[in-house]
T-cell receptor, first 116, second 110 residues
Framework: GAVVSQHPSWVICKSGTSVKIECRSLDFQATTMFWYRQFPKQSLMLMATSNEGSKATYEQGVEKDKFLINHASLTLSTLTVTSAHPEDSSFYIC????????????FGDGTRLSIL | QKEVEQDPGPLSVPEGAIVSLNCTYSNSAFQYFMWYRQYSRKGPELLMYTYSSGNKEDGRFTAQVDKSSKYISLFIRDSQPSDSATYLCAMSSTGNQFYFGTGTSLTVIP
């Protein structure tokens, strides 16, 4: 089945640093990838939709300059949390779909981000 | 009104019970329906994917879609403790934009 790999799975860093999270589709080409944020015991909150080769579409309330998304190839999207602060601590999950085949989203295993 | 409504639970059942999870929706254009299982601190895992109405069975899992009632269900037969997780329904009209339920927390007690 379709596999999405997300890395790292857990990162702890100091306030003010930038953190990059990678999302890779391992066995299919992902024309569209999504980035979500999830707080404990809450549902997924869509942050942005990224299409390969174009700028990401951010949801209302999500700061573009804070959460930089790059989708430079059909198998890789990255989310960079710039100048991270403790309030950015959360569980970030990516997903990918191959729109050419009307397939569902396949999710990565998430990245737990802890900012000290 | 939310696009997708899902009872958050929590739902607690004894091992071996049949579990019924449900979602309702308001957009009649939805035609792709999905159920995901999410364990704590993991990404959601696709369980069932259905296009349009009807039933789909995979092992102990059965997904039902009733487009006339705008209602979808996931049934789990012979539930096991390993089924304890949060179950998310999701749906889409175009295959590009997805709407998720809030998730139902399920605990199967040995």
């Amino acid at each position: 089945g379709a596999v999405v790999s997300q890395h790292p799975s857990w990162v702890i860093c100091k306030s003010g640093t930038s953190v990059k999270i990678e999302c890779r589709s391992l066995d299919f080409q992902a024309t569209t990838m999504f980035w979500y944020r999830q707080f404990p015991k809450q549902s997924l909150m869509l942050m942005a939709t990224s299409n390969e080769g174009s700028k990401a579409t951010y949801e209302q309330g999500v700061e573009k300059d804070k959460f930089l998304i790059n989708h430079a190839s059909l198998t890789l999207s990255t989310l960079t949390v710039t100048s991270a602060h403790p309030e950015d601590s959360s569980f970030y999950i990516c997903s990918a779909i191959d729109t050419g085949r009307n397939q569902p989203q396949h999710f990565g295993d998430g990245t737990r981000l802890s900012i000290l | 009104q939310k696009e997708v409504e899902q009872d958050p639970g929590p739902l607690s059942v004894p091992e071996g019970a049949i579990v019924s999870l449900n979602c309702t929706y308001s957009n009649s254009a939805f035609q792709y329906f999905m159920w995901y299982r999410q364990y704590s601190r993991k990404g959601p895992e696709l369980l069932m994917y259905t296009y349009s109405s009807g039933n789909k069975e995979d092992g102990r899992f059965t997904a039902q879609v009733d487009k006339s009632s705008k209602y979808i269900s996931l049934f789990i037969r012979d539930s096991q403790p390993s089924d304890s997780a949060t179950y998310l329904c999701a749906m889409s009209s175009t295959g590009n934009q997805f709407y998720f339920g809030t998730g139902t927390s399920l605990t199967v007690i040995p």
